[in-house]
């Protein structure tokens, strides 16, 4: 069983390391959301929204900013990833289930239209997340 650590090569960069701490900051939060709505499913609209809204931006600038080097090691993020995916379903199910709600009724207006943002924007994260992921594997056609 190879260790636990995400990274390919044993010293990885100081920038590197703060990119992958603030993605892990970032699935907990995602995950703390997700853990609120589950508490609260009848009130939660806008409570926590603009935290999660803020620790998403944060880890997508991260990722953005990160300046790649050419020996750049390949870097696994499946623990954030599986974390990540967790609560899309489950926040995924609960904005279908309040979309449908609100056709019937705009008190749930809101609430659906949070969680539509919520989701494409960790959506969001997750494809910028596999996109560095894949900016960091090598490619099997070099040589």
Not at 34 to 53: G, R
Request: glycine fraction near 2%.
């Amino acid at each position: 069983m190879p260790p636990s650590s995400p990274f390919s090569k044993s010293h990885p960069s100081r920038e590197i390391l703060d990119l992958y701490d603030q993605l892990e900051v970032t699935a907990r939060d995602v995950i703390q959301y997700m853990e609120k709505i589950q508490a609260q499913p009848d009130d939660f609209a806008h409570k926590h929204w603009e935290e999660l809204d803020a620790s998403l931006q944060k880890a997508s600038r991260c990722l953005t900013q990160y300046v790649f080097k050419k020996e750049q090691p390949p870097i696994n993020f499946d623990r954030t990833l599986v974390d990540l995916d967790k609560a899309l379903k489950y926040l995924i199910k609960k904005r279908d289930e309040e979309t449908s709600k609100a056709k019937k009724d705009d008190s749930h207006q809101e609430k659906a239209n949070e969680l539509v943002a919520a989701v494409g924007a960790i959506q969001y994260l997750v494809a910028m997340i596999g996109d560095f992921q894949q900016k960091t594997t090598p490619s099997s056609e070099e040589g």
